[in-house]
């Protein structure tokens, strides 16, 4: 056992705070995903990746600096230091793993990844092969390493850039929160501050947990409250809402997401569209002879209808037409339906009684709605 100094004392409280603060941002990350996990949308995917890359350099963190501190032993001096480097080196190995999606194909090359998969595997087999007291291990190690890291940094930037709203705003702590932490390892490690005399290695190492510490912070305040990632370009193949009163077959609020001018046409689409919803279900009725069976999507020659059903009012049908079937589009129709629910609720349990033209009771919504789409 090592004794420590006052001074070290305080570094290594400072390195356990960045630690546990280190694991519970990776925690998050994980809940936040399996939070959403159920509206199967796959670019939550990402959340993965920023978890496992967090947890691995959090992990490979906590055994360099118990072997800092604690460790004197040479043999296990020499496991725990390639230990600690393997775990840190694995982080951007299973970033990359999380983000081989087809669905990301329009902002980064895939076979591109693969090829980084393999070429950041070098550094972890030098380390593991190699002494890691040479420091040209170390420093080759870390220089194949950092080209998987850049690149990565490059695909956030490029996800920000195309993101929108509450998403990019949220990505943009997340990236300066990982540039952070990325760069505090430079700071921390041993092999590359090893250079310098005791009183700056003591400074570089505030300076590096500072900065891992502020970076966690920012990453944090950024998965926080993060919202479901939606496919690229998912507002282009929305056409139309409608939500339908299916007991007196009324219209309780349209919105033409094509911008749709004409009124007339509007109107003769409402009273055409409303009661070719209620026909659909009265006939699935008949055939399934059961009521509580329910149609979710109708497909037509260039469309298709998603439906969704009131929760507390079930006499409500929620439909939404697209001009493509993506996941994303079902998770916001969700989201018009919980939305319209919660702010209507009072107006909703007394719709059968109000007398009039009830869109107009209904349209503020047009607020609500512009910003599920933002986000």
């Known amino acids: 056992m090592i004794k420590l100094s006052a001074i070290q004392e305080v570094g290594f409280l400072l390195h356990i705070a960045a630690i ?5 941002l990776a925690l998050y990350f994980f809940y936040r995903f399996f939070k959403i996990r159920d509206e199967r949308l796959p670019l939550n995917r990402i959340l993965l990746s920023f978890g496992f ?26 496991i725990l230091y390639k230990a600690g480097y393997i775990s840190i080196l694995f982080s ?7 983000i081989l999606l087809q669905e990301l194909k329009k902002i980064v090359n895939l076979k591109l990844l693969k090829y980084l998969m393999l070429i950041s595997l070098i550094p972890i087999v030098i380390i593991a092969v190699l002494p890691i007291s040479l420091v040209i291990v170390i420093i080759t190690a870390i220089g194949i390493s950092s080209i998987c890291a ?4 490059f695909f956030q930037i490029r996800l920000i850039h195309i993101s929108r709203g509450e998403v990019k705003a949220r990505l943009s702590r997340i990236f300066v929160g990982n540039v952070l932490v990325v760069s505090s390892l430079f700071f921390l ?3 590359v501050i090893s250079f310098f005399n005791l009183l700056v290695i003591t400074i570089l190492s505030f300076i590096g947990i500072s900065l891992i510490i502020m ?4 990453a944090l305040f950024g ?6 990632l939606f496919e690229f370009r998912w507002r282009e193949h929305l056409l139309k809402l409608f939500i339908i009163n299916r007991k007196n077959n009324s219209c309780l609020y349209a919105y033409d997401f094509s911008q749709i001018k004409d009124q007339n046409i509007q109107k003769d689409y409402k009273e055409l569209f409303s009661g070719g919803i209620t026909g659909i279900d009265n006939i699935l009725s008949v055939i399934t002879n059961t009521k509580t069976e329910k149609i979710y999507k109708i497909e037509q020659p260039d469309s298709l ?8 009012l079930p006499q409500l049908t929620y439909a939404l037409i697209i001009k493509k079937d993506l996941k994303s589009n079902r998770y916001f129709l969700r989201s018009i339906k919980n939305q319209f629910e919660s702010f209507y609720k009072e107006v909703l349990t007394n719709i059968d009684k109000i007398e009039g033209n009830v869109e107009l009771l209904f349209g503020s919504f047009d607020l609500i709605l512009n910003d599920l789409m933002v986000d």
């Open 189 to 191: 490690l041993d092999i």
């Open 20 to 24: 546990l603060l280190g694991f519970q």
């Open 305 to 312: 209808i998603l439906l969704e059903y009131g929760s507390n």
């Open 53 to 78: 890359f967090y947890l691995l350099i959090i992990v490979g963190l906590f055994i360099l600096t118990i072997n800092k501190f604690f460790v004197a032993e040479s043999i296990l001096k020499e």
């Open 215 to 218: 970076g966690m912070l920012s």
């Open 223 to 228: 998965v926080y409250g993060f919202p479901a």
């Open 92 to 98: 951007p190995i299973t970033f990359v793993y999380f």
């Open 150 to 153: 850049i690149y990565i940094l």
